[in-house]
């Protein structure tokens, strides 16, 4: 059971971290941010930005199934691996330098994972 939620769990936070990620460029791609019509068509018709969507729904989807077999004592911590792929998107997509006390950070939601996963 166990093992099945940790490789669901990292299944939605991918999702979740994918559609920040395409969300991220989708904004860049759109330009300076404005209240305008011509702004919001901009975004929603981006390739990039609709795909955010799709990501969230499907991860939506998957946390419907991940709290109706799983207990929502362990489930809900599982979240939090959408952090450490955060940070692992950061520096394939975005080449950003992460410090040691962020890694930190990252290591102890692993550690906390895997305690609430036992």
């Not at 991220?24 to 019509?37: E, I, Q, R, V, Y």
């Amino acid at each position: 059971m166990m093992l099945k939620l940790l490789s669901v769990s990292l299944l939605q936070s991918m999702l979740l971290s994918g559609g920040q990620v395409l969300m991220k460029f989708g904004l860049a791609k759109a330009g300076d941010f404005s209240w305008t019509c011509d702004y919001f068509r901009r975004l929603f018709l981006n390739w990039q930005f609709a795909s955010c969507g799709l990501c969230y729904g499907a991860g939506s989807i998957l946390w419907m199934y991940i709290i109706k077999h799983f207990p929502f004592s362990m489930a809900y911590p599982m979240v939090s691996l959408s952090y450490v792929m955060g940070m692992i998107a950061a520096i394939v997509f975005f080449h950003e330098q992460i410090p040691l006390t962020r890694w930190i950070g990252v290591f102890l939601i692993l550690t906390g994972c895997v305690l609430i996963a036992k």
